[in-house]
């Protein structure tokens, strides 16, 4: 369960920093690699699915990369879902 709450965390906030008018200040700022991973869900999202990962730990019996990557699949298939279903009314990267 761990796994799916992380991944659906981190699928919400990678796009809400990726795509979100709140955020827009923040990715102008970034320039170069940073700007550049602010601005990208699915590259934020594999940063923000380790952290979360590591805060929350692994499951007993899941190794830790494997909880990681599958927390990240979860995120990245929420995120591209609503990102594809919000369409041309989000602004553009």
Same mark, same amino acid.
């Given at each position: 369960?761990? #796994? ?17 008018? #709140?955020?827009? *200040? @923040? ?10 991973? &602010? ?8 940063? #923000? ?5 590591? !805060?929350?730990?692994? *499951?007993?019996? #899941? @190794?830790? *990369?494997? %909880? !990681?990557?599958?927390? !990240? ?5 929420? %995120?591209?879902?609503?990102?594809? @279903? &919000? ?5 553009? *990267?």
């Amino acid at each position: 369960m761990t #796994i799916l709450w992380v991944g659906l965390a981190s699928g919400v906030l990678s796009l809400a920093v990726a795509r979100g008018t #709140i955020f827009e *200040p @923040l990715r102008a700022r970034l320039g170069g690699k940073s700007g550049e991973l &602010v601005r990208c869900y699915f590259c934020l999202g594999a940063w #923000i699915s380790a952290g979360l990962t590591a !805060w929350q730990g692994a *499951p007993e019996g #899941i @190794l830790w *990369p494997v %909880a !990681w990557a599958a927390s !990240w699949g979860v995120g990245m298939l929420l %995120a591209s879902t609503i990102d594809r @279903l &919000v369409g041309d009314s989000a602004p553009e *990267p």
